[in-house]
């Protein structure tokens, strides 16, 4: 008999599944009715994220207690006419420079660092980036303002407002600068253009709580998060809505990996039950399948999951359960493995360093940082621990993962802790802890590593690292 294929008042065509004759989404790779996995179909060719993909980590971001209650899964929720292609990358506009070469070698445990500081004096610092060329800075401040001060002679060039505080800013293909606030209250991400001060930054509406905007390989698509459940994928420049789903889940962090061979977006993100961790779920999908998040694999991962990090293959994610301090490292390569390491009180970060052998994660509570080495055979992973001088607030990583800057501000809300730690070696030791402005807030690094600097909320300063 042939299969027959029928169309839906939701556009979307459907055809029998192969094991129980249900009718399923056509391209759907499992059955929503039976479970039973489909056979391979043609496909039409898809879409440049597959072409042009390179496995990196994202930012991540800390999930705040903005987390959903326990409830049933919602439904998935494709945008009308999303199978569209997607907008090529001339239609975005012109192409931002490669990144220039640099003589300045990356940073190295060995290295002698100085310290000088920028001051900002109107505002309180709260998160910065570098520039692609590493010879800007870009910071949010408290009144709502994101800046840009020369590296080099910490002169401010530009200014602009933004519709919310950047608590977290994150630098989108080179060009865009997103402005992250994760509070319910909000239910936008500005993105402003750094080409193009004169102009009102596009909004996004990502929904209540944004949690992170990562960007896609093919330059012009950004995926972002919320504690809303919602996951949901935007065009640059324009800002336009492509397509979105509902997870079961507050979704506070995601990741691009490989599994299977193939890249894929991976969410983490949990659930609460009378205000307290309820448990944790990871969820890998294809981001280029349509409709969006049509088929995903959920594995449950812990209880209360913190700021994590991918390996540089991009087939492990390691990151802290804060709720048991614990660390998990996940290999999403073929078949999901999970391993374990107990790690200091209170662990809110995590980082994958010196060629993928070890992670190291920030232990607010225990004012620490444990290093956790990836070995084969042991079930439960060994484990170092290194006293820091102060409570630990924020990481940066070196772009050749030799190098951790640890930001000892402290965990209040307005910090006024100081200092900045550095980790460094094979095995990663504490080489260095250095002096900043009161209240280190957060860390960057240079994208050639030559330097690093650190936002002083208290002081209202930068601390520059080279």
């Known amino acids: 008999m042939t299969a027959?294929?029928?169309?839906?008042?939701?556009?979307?065509?459907?055809?029998?599944?192969?094991?129980?004759?249900q009718p399923i989404i056509e391209g759907a790779r499992k059955c929503k009715h039976c479970k039973a996995w489909q056979p391979e179909r043609a496909r039409a060719p898809r879409a440049a994220i597959l072409v042009a993909v390179a496995v990196t980590s994202a930012f991540s971001v800390i999930l705040t207690s903005q987390k959903s209650p326990v409830g049933e899964a919602p439904p998935l929720t494709p945008l009308g006419g999303e199978a569209q292609t997607e907008p090529?990358?001339?239609?975005?506009?012109?192409?931002?420079?490669?990144?220039?070469?640099?003589?300045?070698?990356?940073?190295?445990?060995?290295?002698?660092w100085t310290t000088r500081e920028i001051k900002i004096?109107?505002?309180?610092?709260?998160?910065?980036?570098?520039?692609?060329?590493g010879k800007s800075l870009y910071v949010s401040a408290d009144d709502a303002t994101v800046r840009e001060y020369t590296v080099s002679s910490g002169e401010a060039v530009h200014k602009a407002s933004v519709a919310a505080k950047g608590d977290k800013i994150v630098l989108l293909f080179g060009r865009y600068l997103a402005v992250v606030r994760p509070d319910a209250r909000v239910a936008r991400v500005p993105v402003m253009d750094v080409t193009q001060w004169d102009r009102d930054p596009v909004l996004?509406?990502?929904?209540?709580?944004?949690?992170?905007?990562?960007?896609?390989?093919?330059?012009?698509?950004?995926?972002?998060?919320t504690a809303a459940h919602r996951v949901a994928r935007f065009s640059l420049p324009s800002g336009k809505l492509v397509a979105d789903i509902r997870l079961p889940q507050a979704t506070g962090q995601a990741f691009?990996?490989?599994?299977?061979?193939?890249?894929?977006?991976?969410?983490?993100?949990?659930?609460?039950?009378?205000?307290?961790?309820?448990?944790?779920?990871?969820?890998?999908?294809?981001?280029?399948?349509?409709?969006?998040?049509?088929?995903?694999?959920?594995?449950?991962?812990?209880?209360?999951?913190?700021?994590?990090?991918v390996s540089s293959d991009g087939g492990r994610i390691f990151f802290p359960d804060y709720a048991s301090n614990t660390a998990l490292l996940i290999d999403v390569r073929n078949q999901t493995d999970i391993r374990q390491a107990d790690v200091g009180q209170g662990p809110v970060a995590s980082f994958v360093l010196a060629g993928d052998r070890y992670g190291v994660t920030l232990n607010a509570t225990a004012g620490s940082a444990t290093v956790v080495e990836f070995t084969?055979?042991?079930?439960?992973?060994?484990?170092?621990?290194?006293?820091?001088?102060?409570?630990?607030r924020d990481g940066a990583l070196s772009p050749d993962r030799s190098t951790l800057f640890v930001a000892l501000g402290g965990s209040d809300a307005a910090p006024r802790a100081q200092g900045v730690a550095v980790i460094?070696?094979?095995?990663?030791?504490?080489?260095?802890?250095?002096?900043?402005?009161?209240?280190?807030?957060?860390?960057?690094?240079?994208?050639?590593?030559?330097?690093?600097?650190?936002?002083?909320y208290f002081s209202k300063t930068i601390t520059i690292l080279e």
């Open 4 to 21: 027959s294929v029928s169309a839906t008042n939701d556009g979307l065509k459907r055809v029998p599944c192969a094991s129980c004759r």
């Open 88 to 112: 090529s990358p001339a239609a975005a506009g012109p192409e931002p420079p490669p990144p220039q070469p640099s003589s300045v070698p990356v940073s190295t445990p060995n290295r002698s």
């Open 121 to 133: 004096g109107d505002a309180h610092p709260l998160d910065l980036v570098f520039s692609r060329d």
């Open 204 to 225: 996004l509406e990502v929904g209540p709580g944004p949690g992170e905007v990562v960007e896609m390989p093919d330059g012009t698509v950004v995926v972002s998060t």
């Open 256 to 309: 691009l990996v490989r599994s299977g061979g193939r890249p894929m977006l991976a969410a983490l993100g949990g659930l609460t039950h009378a205000g307290r961790a309820a448990g944790a779920w990871l969820d890998l999908f294809d981001p280029a399948e349509a409709p969006f998040g049509a088929t995903r694999r959920s594995v449950a991962v812990g209880r209360d999951p913190r700021a994590g990090a």
């Open 376 to 392: 084969a055979a042991p079930e439960k992973l060994r484990t170092t621990t290194l006293a820091l001088a102060g409570e630990p």
């Open 424 to 456: 460094g070696g094979d095995p990663p030791a504490l080489v260095a802890t250095l002096p900043t402005g009161q209240g280190a807030i957060s860390v960057t690094v240079a994208p050639d590593g030559s330097r690093a600097a650190v936002a002083n």
